[in-house]
């Protein structure tokens, strides 16, 4: 004898039942969610060291977590003296905005990579490191060192090998130990740094400049360059004044061949018929 299926319960006890999923399901998510959150504050919360990466053109920072997690970064114009710039307000803009809100008491050191900080650069350097660090209230130094070298340990973990560098500046170094034993170039853009971003620019307005005076043959550059630096308006501008002043000259270069012929004619040489 087969039994009837038991009565299906009632559209309240439903709904109160699925209710109850609901709410122990949104119970574990929130509870989940806070553990989560407690888990990233305390991995984030410090102690914390300082990194920066200070060149020509840009200034970089970041604070890591002595396990390695980024607690903040921030940027700043470019640091090199050689290059014109503010060493000590492009670091202390990109360190202010990289600490943030975090708690300064927490940061135990930091290293920073100067370009223009080696040798006869190193002293104004390290008072630049110097005052941006305790401008933004943190105790102790940083350790100042070329960014040649923040460049190589950027690339490997080891203590000894060559780094070959192409940006503002360019050139290559052996490093030992965080230091350059050896280097070739990257000596600022005045009197080195073949193949970087200011050598290349360098070369391109010489070569265009060399075309427009007639000492070189035009290139791709003659236009390209005046339309870069100066605008198209102002080229065109130029271009017409060229053209103004070839057509005064025309009349007088032709007086001068005349008179030219005449000399020839005087000394012997047989007239036109």
């Not at 914390?48 to 970041?62: N, S």
């Not at 070739?184 to 740094?193: E, K, N, Q, R, S």
Request: with cysteine; glycine share 14%; net charge positive.
């Amino acid at each position: 004898m087969h039994r009837a299926p038991p009565p299906c319960p009632p559209a309240r006890v439903r709904w109160v039942s699925s209710w109850r999923k609901v709410s122990y399901a949104h119970n574990v998510a929130s509870t989940v969610e806070k553990a989560t959150v407690r888990h990233v504050l305390t991995h984030l919360a410090g102690p914390y060291v300082v990194g920066i990466d200070a060149g020509g053109t840009k200034t970089r920072c970041v604070v890591l977590t002595l396990g390695g997690a980024l607690a903040g970064s921030g940027t700043g114009p470019g640091a090199n003296p050689n290059s014109g710039g503010d060493t000590a307000g492009a670091l202390s803009t990109a360190l202010s905005e990289a600490l943030g809100d975090l708690d300064r008491t927490h940061v135990l050191t930091g290293v920073f990579g100067i370009a223009g900080a080696g040798s006869a650069g190193r002293p104004a350097a390290v008072a630049a490191a110097r005052r941006a660090w305790q401008a933004m209230g943190l105790r102790g130094s940083p350790a100042v060192v070329t960014d040649i070298a923040v460049a190589f340990a950027a690339g490997t973990s080891r203590s000894k090998g060559i780094v070959v560098f192409s940006g503002t500046g360019a050139g290559a170094a052996v490093i030992s130990d965080g230091t350059i034993v050896q280097r070739a170039d990257g000596y600022g853009f005045l009197v080195g740094d073949e193949g970087s971003a200011v050598w290349l620019g360098k070369e391109a307005v010489r070569a265009a400049l060399a075309a427009y005076d007639g000492r070189g043959s035009p290139t791709l550059l003659t236009d390209s360059v005046p339309r870069a630096l100066l605008g198209p308006s102002v080229v065109a501008e130029i271009d017409a004044a060229r053209r103004r002043q070839h057509r005064a000259h025309r009349p007088l270069a032709m007086a001068h061949t005349a008179r030219g012929t005449e000399s020839v004619s005087s000394v012997g040489e047989p007239r036109p018929s």
